[in-house]
């Protein structure tokens, strides 16, 4: 099965940054649209950001463009969240998620999560 592995969060001050990543086993992996996900303390799991299988297709919630870049090494079986100016709202568990193969990058298109990782920006 689909097995994805988060690392990378931690604790940062307000306008640091961090680089979240995900390491993918049990798929072809460059065959999978791959995305992040966050949830926040009493409140719904929420998305983040994607990446197409062809990683032509890129897509971020509007709280995080400009900010959050998302990226994949193919040949490392790896997604990546840059993840720059950081604000105390971004405190949450990060999710890294895997689609379907060659299937669409959007929110609802995700259904293979990984355990999260726990970044906390502090003021």
């Known amino acids: 099965q689909v097995q994805l592995v988060e690392s990378g969060g931690g604790l940062v001050q307000a306008g640091g940054s961090l680089r979240l990543s995900c390491a993918a086993s049990?798929?072809?992996?460059?065959?999978?649209?791959m995305g992040w996900f966050h949830q926040a303390p009493g409140k719904e799991r929420e998305f983040v950001s994607g990446?197409?299988?062809?990683?032509?297709?890129?897509y971020y919630a509007d709280s995080v463009k400009g900010r959050f870049t998302i990226s994949r090494d193919n040949a490392k079986n790896t997604v990546y969240l840059q993840m720059n100016s950081l604000k105390p709202e971004d405190t949450a568990v990060y999710y890294c998620?895997?689609?379907?193969?060659?299937?669409?990058?959007?929110?609802?298109?995700?259904?293979?999560w990984g355990q999260g990782t726990q970044v906390t920006v502090s003021s």
């Open positions: 998620a895997a689609g379907a193969p060659v299937g669409g990058a959007r929110p609802t298109d995700f259904g293979s």
């Open positions: 049990g798929l072809t992996f460059r065959l999978y649209p």
């Open positions: 990446i197409s299988w062809s990683a032509g297709d890129t």
